[in-house]
């Protein structure tokens, strides 16, 4: 099994900056692809960043140059370094790893990102 624990979500004005982290516990061996999505009420949830293994990212074309994804594989950890904050980037947050081993994606329990105007 895999957990994953969010945390760095908060209130912050537009223009601002926050850092998401993501602690993976558990069988990471069998991890390979990690991302952060975000669910907006009223909205699906949407991809905002993913890391492969070997470190290859891909972002939402809504975030690119604002928001960087990285690993620390050492500390199992995935972050989202968010800057130039929008009112619009308000949702819930989602960390997310894959495991090609297992078949499936995990889910944290999500932190919320909350950007006054």
């Known amino acids: 099994q895999v957990q994953l624990v969010e945390s760095g979500g908060g209130l912050v004005q537009a223009g601002g900056s926050l850092r998401l982290s993501c602690v993976v516990s558990g069988s990471i061996f069998s991890i390979n692809a990690m991302g952060w999505y975000r669910q907006a009420p009223g909205k699906q949830r949407e991809l905002v960043a993913t890391?492969?293994?070997?470190?290859?990212?891909n972002y939402a074309d809504s975030v690119k140059g604002r928001f960087t994804i990285s690993r620390d594989n050492a500390k199992n950890t995935v972050y989202l370094q968010m800057n130039s904050l929008k009112p619009e980037d308000t949702a819930v947050y989602y960390c997310?790893?894959?495991?090609?081993?297992?078949?499936?994606?995990?889910w944290g329990q999500g932190t919320q990102v909350t950007v006054s105007s």
């Open positions: 890391i492969t293994d070997y470190g290859r990212t």
């Open positions: 997310n790893a894959y495991s090609s081993h297992a078949g499936r994606d995990y």
